[in-house]
T-cell receptor, first 112, second 114 residues
Framework: QKEVEQNSGPLSVPEGAIASLNCTYS??????FFWYRQYSGKSPELIMS????GDKEDGRFTAQLNKASQYVSLLIRDSQPSDSATYLC????????????FGKGTKLSVIP | DVKVTQSSRYLVKRTGEKVFLECVQD?????MFWYRQDPGLGLRLIYF???????EKGDIPEGYSVSREKKERFSLILESASTNQTSMYLC?????????????FGEGSWLTVV
């Protein structure tokens, strides 16, 4: 059974701070990793994807991947109240795998 | 931008009714999916399709069926709705890019079965 674990939160950070969201996964064969943002009552929106070890930056967002530790994280710099949402980590299987396994999400609250 | 459209956003149906949820994508994606999302349970895959007329069961297919007659359209069918199928249903489509199978979601359909 493939598992993706996230701390459910809520994670509260003050406006302007760095928010750090973490995710671990059980399947060593996993190749691609995704972060989705989901506002309350809305559908998940893709923020970033990463498939190589190391960091990938996109604006205020940085995804970090460590396959040896089976760990992926999302950093949000200069957090804004509009970043308050639930963040879902998703992990794909090996080559040719159609399915993503989703974590249950971490709720982030950015305090003005 | 990827556009996945779920035409029915909010539905209320009676127990035993047949329910159709329609989904259309405009990006010529090969793959389409139906998920449901419930508090505390996260996203669960019901069915997916990797080609026209092809379908595969996901983690929770019981009580559901799907239809994919055209590449852009993927329908979810509840043959006889039950109250435990009250949920948010999410359609998605995907393509194979550098990051692997990248999935995009529609806006969701909120179904209440009474």
């Amino acid at each position: 059974q493939k598992e993706v674990e996230q701390n459910s939160g809520p994670l509260s950070v003050p406006e302007g701070a760095i928010a750090s969201l973490n995710c671990t996964y059980s399947d060593r064969g996993s190749q691609s990793f995704f972060w989705y943002r989901q506002y309350s009552g809305k559908s998940p929106e893709l923020i970033m994807s990463i498939y190589s070890n190391g960091d990938k930056e996109d604006g205020r967002f940085t995804a970090q991947l460590n396959k040896a530790s089976q760990y992926v994280s999302l950093l949000i710099r200069d957090s804004q109240p509009s970043d308050s949402a639930t963040y879902l980590c998703a992990v794909s299987g090996g080559a040719g795998s159609y399915q993503l396994t989703f974590g249950k999400g971490t709720k982030l609250s950015v305090i003005p | 931008d990827v556009k996945v459209t779920q035409s029915s956003r909010y539905l209320v149906k009676r127990t035993g009714e047949k329910v159709f949820l329609e989904c259309v994508q405009d990006m010529d994606h090969e793959n389409m999916f139906w998920y449901r999302q419930d508090p505390g349970l996260g996203l669960r895959l019901i069915y997916f399709s990797y080609d026209v007329k092809m379908k595969e069961k996901g983690d929770i297919p019981e009580g559901y069926s799907v239809s994919r007659e055209k590449k852009e359209r993927f329908s979810l069918i509840l043959e006889s709705a039950s109250t435990n199928q009250t949920s948010m249903y999410l359609c998605a489509s995907s393509f194979w890019g550098a990051a692997g199978n990248t999935i995009y979601f529609g806006e969701g359909s909120w179904l209440t079965v009474v």
